[in-house]
């Protein structure tokens, strides 16, 4: 295949970068053309990785087979024009269109939604060329949930040829998705098998003008080396850990701080790095590329990733399995560890912090490897045999075979998966009768879902108690995970009415069921029956968000009359009066809260 990947790409660092470079190489090492079309060139300097010469040169390539990488990048800022923008968006597109032309190119792949994806849509647009899109964690969650921006991501959405991922995670759109992981592990870069020990004295001699690096003295031998790397920042932990090294560097214990990062936080790090007296065991090195990752952990004694109270829940950062993977001793938060698999055990293959914030903690912690190194080495091996990997090889054969899929027009999957797995009861209920036909299209899953919901009621007096109501709840908690605006049903974002006059969110659904809904959804296995409790109502709000990961929260019936008065009709004075019935609260904050007008809740 002739393959036009739209890419983040070295120089840009992070995981995505990343993942995006092995994927190409790995898709030209299994024959196929790859030409990567990114902006990478033009990445600020905070984000920027070292890249020499000899690097440089890795940035394409030729294999045997007749497969290759080659690079189309973006170089020049945009041309004046008011207000201002890289117009990364344009320039991409555009760069994509003249290669899938020139060269004849068979499929576009794109990895995440700003600006790659949109990119790859109006490229796909206007060559006819189906595309691809792979989405990640922080663009699906953080990006479709803006308000101003989740429209345009959910319609190339719904129109690429194909999502790669997790299912789950974007047949609520009405995406086309399916899986990319050639099988169970982690990917894990071939290098890492092989690499030697990064110079890291050789490195900084070469680097002492540079900005970044702080510390110019050799890094000495004896003191062992605690490392970090990638982006730092409060939620990172990169703060937490300064703190907990101050405090061992207080009592007398002698170690380095090997610093491989940048981002936004890097001036505010370094002046905490001064701040604690951190400053004479510290040496700081900027990005370096992903193949020489794994020199740089295999000089550390133990390697940290803290991050905790990440904004994005679902976020699954890749160091971890790249520290075990180099054989290093892992100091990891609970918050990380929780996420991995396989499974990491404290003092077993890793040394696992419940909360970086407790300094005290976490620098017991760092002291447990500098008393025992033998120890520590003992974890990181432990770590190493513990990690099921495969290498870019794998991942490109992977990749290839989704786009040979989507090449030979195989027929789109529908929404039946959606309604088993957000509707598990009621459709164990349901299991008589012959699953639904059901489009991948949100309309004719949801409509698919109240149809089993009118099969559970008209048999209520045949099924055990409550089922009618779980039936109801399920369909309900499945509402959250449509995109039902796209396909016409509702309006997620209704227009604000002028004058006193607030409107809820059409975000938001309220509803009432006659059984102990709370104790059945504690459990999504549950099985029938629940607890009836006649006579009484449980009242749920269902708040959905425009990226499809809403919550369901129980409410009192005064939040209820809140919420139902917001209907663009009710005065403000009649919301306050009734607020003050309801809640005995001053009129002040009454008034605050109405005057949000649009209450999301």
Same mark, same amino acid.
Request: net charge neutral; aromatic share 6%; glycine share 8%.
């Given at each position: ?66 497969? /290759?990488?080659?690079? &189309?990048?973006?170089?020049? !800022? ?34 995440? *939604? $700003? ?27 953080? %990006? ?7 429209? /345009? ?55 002492? $003008? ?7 003295? #050799?890094?000495? &031998?004896? #003191? ?9 920042? $409060? ?31 890097? $001036? /505010? ?8 007296? *951190? ?9 370096? !590329? ?65 909360? #970086? ?12 490897? %500098? ?35 989507? @090449? ?54 045949? %099924? ?15 509402? @959250?995970?449509?995109?039902?605006? &796209? ?14 006059? !607030? ?20 459990? @999504?296995?549950?099985?029938? !029956? ?6 009484? /109502? ?33 005065? %403000? ?29």
């Amino acid at each position: 295949m002739r393959i036009c990947a739209i890419v983040k790409y070295p120089p840009i660092q992070g995981g995505i970068s990343a993942l995006s470079y092995w994927t190409v190489h790995g898709l030209a090492q299994a024959g196929h053309q790859v030409t990567v079309v990114t902006n990478a060139e033009e990445v600020e300097d905070d984000f920027r990785m070292l890249l020499t010469a000899a690097d440089r040169a890795l940035l394409e390539a030729d294999y045997p087979g007749g497969g /290759a990488v080659r690079l &189309a990048a973006t170089r020049r !800022p945009a041309p004046a024009h008011v207000p201002y923008s890289p117009l990364y968006v344009t320039k991409l597109a555009a760069l994509a269109t003249d290669e899938i032309r020139r060269g004849g190119c068979d499929l576009i792949y794109a990895h995440y *939604l $700003e600006p790659y994806g949109l990119a790859a849509h109006l490229a796909s647009s206007w060559t006819g060329v189906p595309h691809v899109l792979r989405h990640a964690g922080s663009d699906r969650v953080r %990006l479709l949930g803006e308000p101003e921006l989740s429209a /345009a991501y959910r319609e190339i959405l719904r129109r690429a040829d194909a999502v790669a991922g997790q299912p789950c995670s974007v047949s609520g759109f009405g995406a086309v998705a399916e899986p990319v992981a050639p099988r169970a592990g982690r990917f894990v870069p071939s290098c890492w098998q092989t690499a030697a020990r990064l110079d890291v004295n050789t490195l900084i001699a070469g680097l002492a $003008e540079h900005p970044w690096v702080t510390n110019t003295a #050799p890094l000495p &031998a004896g #003191p062992p080396v605690i490392a970090v790397y990638g982006k730092l920042g $409060e939620t990172k932990g990169s703060f937490d850990l300064l703190a907990a090294l101050a405090e061992v560097h207080d009592a007398g214990r002698r170690f380095s701080l090997l610093v491989m990062g940048g981002g936004w936080r890097r $001036e /505010a790090f370094a002046e905490a790095v001064e701040r604690h007296g *951190l400053g004479p065991v510290t040496w700081t090195l900027p990005f370096l !590329p992903h193949w020489r990752v794994p020199g740089f952990l295999r000089r550390a004694d133990a390697v940290c990733v803290l991050e905790r109270d990440f904004p994005v829940a679902a976020h699954m950062p890749a160091l971890p399995a790249e520290v075990l993977a180099a054989g290093t001793c892992l100091i990891v938060s609970e918050e990380v560890a929780a996420k991995q698999r396989p499974a990491l055990r404290d003092g077993v293959n890793a040394l696992v912090v419940a909360d #970086p914030r407790d300094t005290a903690a976490l620098a017991a912690v760092v002291t447990r490897v %500098l008393d025992d190194l033998q120890a520590a080495r003992r974890i990181g091996a432990a770590g190493r045999q513990s990690l099921g990997t495969y290498g870019e090889r794998e991942l490109g054969e992977a990749t290839a075979a989704l786009l040979s899929r989507v @090449l030979s027009r195989r027929p789109a999957p529908g929404g039946a998966a959606l309604l088993t797995e957000h509707m598990p009861a009621t459709t164990r209920l349901a299991c008589e009768v012959d699953p639904p036909v059901v489009t991948a299209d949100p309309q004719d899953v949801y409509q698919a879902a109240c149809e089993l919901v009118t099969w559970i009621d008209k048999r209520r007096d045949e %099924l055990p108690c409550g089922a009618a109501e779980i039936a109801r709840y399920e369909r309900d908690r499945l509402w @959250l995970r449509l995109d039902l605006e &796209a396909a016409g049903g509702e309006r997620m974002f209704p227009r604000r009415p002028a004058g006193g006059h !607030p409107v809820r969110s059409g975000l938001l659904r309220l509803r009432e069921y006659r059984s102990d809904i709370d104790a059945a959804a504690a459990d @999504l296995s549950y099985g029938i !029956p629940v607890r009836p409790h006649p006579g009484t /109502a449980d009242r749920f709000l269902f708040h959905k968000l425009p990226n499809l990961l809403g919550q369901v929260v129980r409410i009192n019936s005064a939040t209820a009359r809140l919420i139902e008065s917001c209907d663009g009709r009710t005065p %403000l004075t009649v919301i306050a009066t009734a607020l003050r019935a309801d809640l005995d609260v001053v009129t002040d904050m009454a008034r605050d809260l109405a005057r949000q007008r649009v209450i999301d809740m």
